[in-house]
């Protein structure tokens, strides 16, 4: 970064993924407490001319407020990492490797993270049939955000009539039942663990909507389990690679104890919009958004 008193940074936001609303209303929170903070800031909505935009706002920093494929996969990392440019959140390997959900999975199995079941299915075979016994879960392995996810219970007559716009291959994960749990890494710190509160599946609508769901932080667990989460989210970020902030999620079957907490899946890039999870979780030991976003802007780097 540069050592300049007040960096120049450019928040990317919006882009052309699933969650570009959740990116744009991520970054735009972003940029407004930045400017608070007497940054100089200049919004950028990423998209196909990118990189003209980069050069013409020549930013000392970029604060990554992107989400789902392109711009949390690795692809905007390793253009920023051409350029020279230090960025916020995980770098080029650890965004590949967290937004594949199967590769990610083979990582945490062997770094000794518990893990459900899952496999790679074609869509056609999904629709066609049950390839795993329910209850199932069906969802495209680079996607976030609930984007595109299927319950499938034992009470279906039949499998799942996946939309057209599903990917021609998805992950077909084994579900995991019981309380949804979460964990947010802010460098080499877990910071809580939240009990996420839903009348329903925790879906889109649930993450983004207001009064979607409801979060207890800290969460009401047994400390052994409040303990776990914190351990595995740290394990999960350092055996991905992951650098800034990011945030894992759990489910925890309380009728098996500790050997019913379940990690799902690690995101590098958590979302930072009014409802989000790690804002909260930041807030609840200290850090207010402000702060936080100041010291992913100062945790940026580039590998260049």
Not at 140 to 165: F, H, K, T
Not at 235 to 241: I, T
Not at 292 to 298: D, F, G, N, R
Request: net charge negative; hydrophobic share 40%; with cysteine.
């Amino acid at each position: 970064m540069s050592s300049r008193t007040d960096p120049k940074v450019v928040v990317l936001m919006g882009g052309p993924s699933a969650e570009r609303d959740v990116s744009l209303s991520t970054g735009r929170a972003c940029a407004a407490a930045l400017r608070d903070r007497n940054f100089s800031v200049i919004e950028v909505d990423a998209g196909p001319d990118l990189y003209a935009d980069l050069r013409a706002a020549s930013p000392d920093v970029v604060l990554n407020c992107l989400h789902g494929r392109w711009g949390e996969d690795g692809c905007v990392q390793g253009i920023l990492e051409w350029m020279g440019i230090p960025y916020s959140h995980s770098g080029v390997l650890a965004s590949a490797l967290a937004m594949d959900k199967q590769r990610s999975k083979e990582v945490f199995r062997s770094a000794g993270l518990p893990i459900v079941e899952s496999i790679i299915a074609s869509a056609a075979d999904v629709r066609a049939r049950h390839v795993m016994d329910p209850p199932y879960v069906v969802k495209p392995n680079n996607e976030g955000s609930s984007v595109g996810v299927y319950l499938i219970d034992i009470e279906n007559n039949g499998p799942p009539q996946l939309d057209a716009d599903m990917p021609a291959e998805v992950m077909v994960e084994r579900f995991a039942a019981g309380r949804e749990l979460t964990t947010t890494v802010m460098g080499e710190r877990a910071l809580t663990v939240t009990d996420i509160l839903t009348t329903g599946w925790y879906d889109y609508d649930a993450k983004y909507k207001e009064g979607g769901s409801t979060h207890v932080v800290p969460a009401d667990v047994p400390q052994e389990i409040f303990e776990l989460c914190m351990d595995y989210a740290l394990r999960a970020h350092n055996a991905l690679g992951c650098r800034g902030v990011s945030r894992t999620d759990f489910r925890w079957d309380e009728s098996r104890g500790a050997e019913g907490l379940i990690l799902l899946e690690t995101n590098t890039q958590p979302g930072m919009t009014p409802t989000s999870l790690s804002p909260e979780q930041a807030q609840a030991v200290g850090i207010s958004f402000g702060e936080l976003c100041a010291w992913m802007v100062e945790d940026a780097s580039c590998n260049r």
